[in-house]
Each structure stands twice: as C-alpha cells, then as structure tokens.
T-cell receptor, first 114, second 116 residues
Framework: AQSVTQPDIHITVSEGASLELRCNYS??????LFWYVQSPGQGLQLLLK??????LVQGIKGFEAEFKRSQSSFNLRKPSVHWSDAAEYFC????????????FGQGTTLQVKP | DTGVSQNPRHKITKRGQNVTFRCDPI?????LYWYRQTLGQGPEFLTY????????KSRLLSDRFSAERPKGSFSTLEIQRTEQGDSAMYLC??????????????FGEGSWLTVV
C-alpha cells in the first residue's frame, strides 16, 4: 500500500543552524512529491514540489528538497533556520497519477531555540 | 489570486445537528478537493471534483457526508447528524488540473469543527 513516513515527529534546532526533515515514501510508480508547512490552527502552505527533471528543487522561504529515487526519499533542507520557521511540516505524495489525491505523512513539528 | 477561501473558519455544534462548510477555490481552478485533518495527524483525502463532477470519494466519507460543487465553482461539504468523531479540521484545496505542468494543489485555511 502507498504510504509516506516522516520518521521524526518532533525536531528542535537552534536558530541559525541547518535543518533536514526526512520523508520516505512507498509507491511503485514515478511519484509527485510535495512539502507543505502548517502553522498552528492554519491551513497548509506549499513549500515546494517535485514532478520531474532536476532532483534538487528549490522552494519558498529558503527551503530545498532532494528527490532520491534509490532511497525513496524526499528530504527537506534549509541551511539556516529562522525562529519564524517553527511550525509543522508535512510531506505528501500524489498517488493517483497527478490527480491531486495526496497521501500525507504524519508530520514533523519543528521547534526553534533562540 | 485571492487563494482558496473557506467559511466558516470555526463551527461548534451539538451532536446530532447538521453543519455545512463552504469552499471557494482559486479562480479558474477546475479541480477542488476536500481533506480532513485530526489533531496530530496529516490531512486525509475525502473527495474531489473535476468541474461539477465528483470523481472520487474516500471510504472515510460516510453516508452522513455529502459534497457538492454546483456549476463547477464553489463547493459545499455537509455533515448530517454530527458525531463527536467528526470533530476535525476540514480542508479545501484546489488545483488547475493541468497534468502537463504538474497539478499543484493549493489549500485553504481550513474549517474547524467541534462537536459537543
């Protein structure tokens, strides 16, 4: 069955430190991959997406993600975290041929220490 | 581009009452989605429309739930005879549905439902 795993439920980093959030997926075909961010009580904001082509994709707010087919991973990175990045991050996979039916991971909560 | 708009943002209702949520998608987006998110979980797909046609419904969508998208514009999600287990955030999303350029899904701010 298709699934998305975010192994880290909660991560704490110091402001200015680098960040990597992990995402692994289980899906047989070429995936369409997304990262979204959610602030408390709010909807989801798209950070970046991968459909095809260059496996390193750039997003908003200084985030990037790398698709690694051999590892079935799509990890999110940021070189220097800001306090405003504290939020919940969701990795998602479109499992039905680009229709928009997404399967989400459980999310990773990012806390930023001053 | 005003984004996906949902209302009401919050709704508290007594068990057994009916509630309705409205979603206005991004203009000219022909696909519209409903997702449900409970505390501590990622969103779960409920249903989606291509224009006015409802193309898929999740098994999560019991017969107490009904979604419509008349004229292919806004959509409503109605929950009849609400139960405490229906308490969640209901997220609406839309997308242009263009496979050639990637079908990017944009979410609204969500509608919180609390059933007491």
């Amino acid at each position: 069955a298709q699934s998305v795993t975010q192994p880290d439920i909660h991560i704490t980093v110091s402001e200015g430190a680098s960040l990597e959030l992990r995402c692994n997926y289980s899906y047989g075909a070429t995936p369409y991959l997304f990262w979204y961010v959610q602030s408390p009580g709010q909807g989801l904001q798209l950070l970046l997406k991968y459909f095809s082509g260059d496996t390193l994709v750039q997003g908003i707010k200084g985030f990037e993600a790398e698709f690694k087919r051999s590892q079935s991973s799509f990890n999110l990175r940021k070189p220097s975290v800001h306090w405003s990045d504290a939020a919940e991050y969701f990795c998602a996979v479109d499992v039905s041929g680009n229709t928009g039916k997404l399967i989400f991971g459980q999310g990773t909560t990012l806390q930023v220490k001053p | 581009d005003t984004g996906v708009s949902q209302n009401p943002r919050h709704k508290i209702t007594k068990r057994g009452q009916n509630v309705t949520f409205r979603c206005d998608p991004i203009s000219e987006h022909n696909r519209l989605y409903w997702y449900r998110q409970t505390l501590g979980q990622g969103p779960e797909f409920l249903t989606y429309f291509q224009n006015e046609a409802q193309l898929e419904k999740s098994r999560l969508l019991s017969d107490r739930f009904s979604a419509e998208r008349p004229k292919g514009s806004f959509s409503t999600l109605e929950i009849q005879r609400t139960e405490q287990g229906d308490s969640a955030m209901y997220l609406c999303a839309s997308s242009p549905g263009r496979a050639s350029s990637g079908n990017t899904i944009y979410f609204g701010e969500g509608s919180w439902l609390t059933v007491v």
